[in-house]
């Protein structure tokens, strides 16, 4: 299964729990930042078993590329289904929160051909 899809199902799986706490912003919170941080983990799983010891910068580079358009795909898809959780999930950009990272910025910065 491509990465996009990983992300949309498991949006599709948290639906009903998302709906549900749609009354209790306390708990409707909760969800959300837990699904955000699942879908990042998701990322990660994803990205992180293809990096060897062996590769150069460019080769991580083209993976995390990879990663994030995967994640822009699924954001699209959610945009077509006019999904409520499109907005969140686009501020919520995988990019961009790894890129916040210092170290990791200065990794996928070091690929640049």
């Known amino acids: 299964m491509f990465l996009d899809e990983k992300l ?7 639906n009903d729990d998302i709906i549900k ?17 699942e879908l990042y983990k998701i990322c990660e799983d994803h990205f992180k078993p293809q990096f060897t010891t062996e590769m150069s910068y460019p080769e991580c ?5 990879r990663t994030f358009n995967s994640w822009d795909f699924f954001i699209e898809k959610l945009k077509k289904e ?20 210092p ?11």
């Open 21 to 37: 706490a749609a009354d209790n912003i306390p708990e409707l919170t909760k969800i959300l930042q837990n699904l955000v941080n």
């Open 82 to 101: 006019n999904s409520p959780l499109t907005h969140l999930l686009e501020n919520a950009n995988y990019k961009k929160i790894f890129m916040e990272n």
């Open 8 to 14: 949309y199902k498991c949006v599709q799986l948290r």
């Open 61 to 65: 580079r083209l993976i995390l590329d």
């Open 103 to 113: 170290e990791l910025k200065n990794t996928y910065d070091r690929g640049k051909k």
